[in-house]
Nanobody, 111 residues
Framework: QVQLVESGGGLVQAGGSLRLSCTAS????????MGWYRQAPGRQRELVAL???????TYADSVKGRFTVSRDNAKNTVYLQMNSLKPEDTAVYYC?????WGQGTQVTVSS
């Protein structure tokens, strides 16, 4: 059993940056693909970024060039560096590593 705990969310002005962290209670070495999803009010949960094997990354078109996903297996942690934030990035961000989900962390971007 693995528990995923996110941190790093908060309130930031448009154009600012945040770094989200997702720390696992156990080893993430066996979780080949991990990543981040987000859900805004009234909308479905959507993919933000994935990282596979620590090398291959996938991004939603809306965040390409602004967000970077990375992982540190030694620290059992996955990161999401978010730059040039926009109000439309406001959502609850969830860490994912099948079949596990984190509890979510709120990101609010003010205009």
């Amino acid at each position: 059993q693995v528990q995923l705990v996110e941190s790093g969310g908060g309130l930031v002005q448009a154009g600012g940056s945040l770094r989200l962290s997702c720390t696992a209670s156990g080893s993430i070495f066996s979780l080949n693909t991990m990543g981040w999803y987000r859900q805004a009010p009234g909308r479905q949960r959507e993919l933000v970024a994935l990282i596979t094997g620590g090398v291959t990354t996938t991004y939603a078109d809306s965040v390409k060039g602004r967000f970077t996903v990375s992982r540190d297996n030694a620290k059992n942690t996955v990161y999401l560096q978010m730059n040039s934030l926009k109000p439309e990035d406001t959502a609850v961000y969830y860490c994912w590593g099948a079949p596990y989900w984190g509890q979510g962390t709120q990101v609010t971007v003010s205009s």
